[in-house]
C-alpha cells in the first residue's frame, strides 16, 4: 500500500523559511518522480514543484528561486526547502507521486504578514 506522509509546516512570519519533509512507503520510490503540490484556503490545488528520477527539478512561477525541491532516495524522501515565505505561500502543502493519484494529508503552513 502507497502512503505518503507530510510534515514540517508550521506558523512563520513573512520573510522566514520552512523545510517541509515527506516520506514516501509501499512503491520503490527512486523510480517515482515526485510533486510539492499546495491548496491555500478557498483556491483550487496547485503544482508548486517537481523533481524526477534524476532529479531534474522545475518550479511554479510564483516560488521560483524561492522554493528548492530535492530528494534523498535512501530515505524514500523529497523535501521542500521554502524561503522568503511570502503570506500568499499560506495553505495545505501536500506530496505527490506523478503518475498515479496517491496523496498524502498535507501538511498546513501559515505565513503571517
Known amino acids: 500500500q502507497v502512503q505518503l506522509v507530510e510534515s514540517g509546516g508550521d506558523l512563520v512570519q513573512a520573510g522566514g523559511s520552512l523545510r517541509l519533509s515527506c516520506v514516501v512507503s509501499?512503491?520503490?520510490?527512486?523510480?517515482?518522480?515526485m510533486a510539492w503540490y499546495r491548496q491555500a484556503p478557498g483556491k483550487q490545488r496547485e503544482w508548486v514543484a517537481g523533481?524526477?528520477?534524476?532529479?531534474?527539478?522545475n518550479y511554479a512561477d510564483s516560488v521560483k528561486d524561492r522554493f528548492t525541491i530535492s530528494r534523498d532516495n535512501a530515505k524514500n524522501m523529497v523535501y521542500l526547502q521554502m524561503n522568503s515565505l511570502k503570506p500568499e505561500d499560506t495553505g495545505v502543502y501536500y506530496c505527490?507521486?506523478?503518475?498515479?493519484?496517491?496523496w498524502g494529508k498535507g501538511t498546513l503552513v501559515t505565513v503571517s504578514s
Open positions: 509501499g512503491t520503490d520510490f527512486r523510480f517515482n518522480s
Open positions: 523533481i524526477t528520477t534524476i532529479r531534474i527539478s
Open positions: 505527490k507521486i506523478i503518475g498515479n493519484d496517491y
